[in-house]
């Protein structure tokens, strides 16, 4: 499946820093609002364990053992309060991010930010006012959505007998919303009980919280926590949110040393080699960098990534095979692809995801370590080596 993760947050939080240390892409990096105007797209990567570990051969498609999975990652423009009135770049930064099937909220964590995103004295500024404030956006946004022309909709649910959930994910399709996660919400606000025409907006709007929180899940990146440690505010809490410390300015140092061959450096790790001669600027510069990742564990930037597409997303690693005693595929290649699927999908699932007609013509799957068949509704697990037999030509 296509997955998009969405960088947000208001503008000077360090979103693009983010994105360029996780994509290593080029994008203008300033301190002042706005910098960002048009979302960037780039490719990032979740890491897991690579099954060639267990053989003698190696794939020759993962490093030191580790598998990169790519994904799509955009940084969209800053946003600031109102946003879903059009303030700022508002219009253009909830535009953008419909096609995000999560969020990392890039937070100001050192408070050394305004809510309109503008420089201020470190520990002056309110980062958990920017998580609450994102939150209230991407809610009104849905609301306004739903909310326009709900009355003659609601009269059309009632007089043609539309089933509620499909009117509400069809008026938010448009904001990557589905059929599910209206059933989820409207369970949960109770509202399949009321009458649609009778619906308050106050209803509408615990509605689109639900639906925000299901179809939008999030994670909070609390960035600048090199600024932290000089004695600035604590670390933010965010209620039933994950946060997770990060120095995008750390590890878009390391991706670069690492990129000029000075230095041997695995994203997500707590430590790096020397592998080439540094001049004294270059050499005090990475040992902060050493002297804060040892004390932190990571820079964050890779366990954001990975927590947004294997705890938020629920996602898992299979990897299709054609070969099931040599793990390859029809030209001799080792595990030659690595697909990102949903948790709870059978081996049909995986068919179709390879192609519609293999799907269609499934007949069993082999599990290529064990050599035994499996049914079409068999749950794969992260790991699984599966080839799918099929009579698709």
């Not at 508002?90 to 419909?98: A, I, K, P, T, Y």
């Not at 997500?268 to 540094?278: H, K, T, W």
Request: charged residues 25%.
């Amino acid at each position: 499946m296509s997955m998009t993760i969405g960088l947000a947050g208001k503008p000077n939080a360090g979103k693009s820093t983010f994105f360029k240390s996780a994509t290593m892409a080029d994008v203008e990096i300033a301190s002042y609002p706005f910098t960002t105007i048009h979302a960037n797209h780039g490719v990032a990567y979740v890491q897991t364990p690579c099954p060639c570990t267990e053989r003698e051969q190696r794939c020759g498609k993962c490093k030191d053992g580790i598998r990169y999975v790519a994904i799509d990652i955009i940084d969209v423009a800053g946003l600031v309060p109102d946003a879903h009135k059009g303030k700022g770049l508002g219009n253009s930064f909830l535009d953008d991010l419909r096609q995000a099937q999560a969020i990392i909220h890039v937070v100001d964590a050192s408070a050394s930010t305004d809510a309109e995103g503008n420089p201020i004295d470190p520990g002056s500024g309110n980062p958990a006012a920017d998580i609450e404030f994102l939150d209230y956006e991407l809610e009104m946004w849905m609301f306004e959505i739903l909310n326009r022309n709900w009355a003659k909709l609601s009269r059309k649910i009632k007089a043609e007998n539309i089933k509620i959930e499909e009117a509400v994910a069809d008026q938010l399709s448009g904001a990557g919303v589905t059929i599910e996660h209206a059933n989820y919400a409207l369970h949960g606000t109770n509202l399949y009980a009321v009458e649609p025409t009778k619906w308050s907006e106050e209803d509408m709007v615990r509605l689109c919280r639900l639906i925000r929180k299901d179809s939008k899940p999030m994670i909070i990146a609390a960035n600048k926590f090199d600024s932290m440690d000089k004695g600035h505010i604590p670390l933010v809490e965010a209620e039933g949110r994950t946060v997770i410390p990060t120095s995008a300015a750390a590890e878009l140092a390391l991706k670069s040393a690492s990129k000029a061959g000075l230095i041997h450096y695995t994203p997500g790790a707590s430590s790096f080699e020397v592998i080439a001669p540094l001049n004294p600027a270059q050499e005090k510069g990475l040992l902060a960098v050493k002297n804060l990742i040892e004390k932190h564990g990571s820079t964050g930037v890779q366990e954001c990534i990975d927590h947004a597409v294997f705890k938020l997303l629920d996602m898992i690693v299979v990897y299709p095979v054609e070969d099931e005693g040599k793990w390859t595929n029809k030209t001799g290649d080792m595990l030659p692809d690595a697909l990102l699927m949903k948790k709870g999908s059978g081996c049909r699932d995986m068919a179709y995801r390879i192609h519609t007609e293999i799907g269609d013509k499934f007949l069993y799957a082999v599990d290529a370590r064990t050599k035994m068949r499996l049914a079409d509704k068999h749950e794969l697990k992260t790991g699984d080596i599966i080839k799918i037999v099929s009579t698709a030509k």
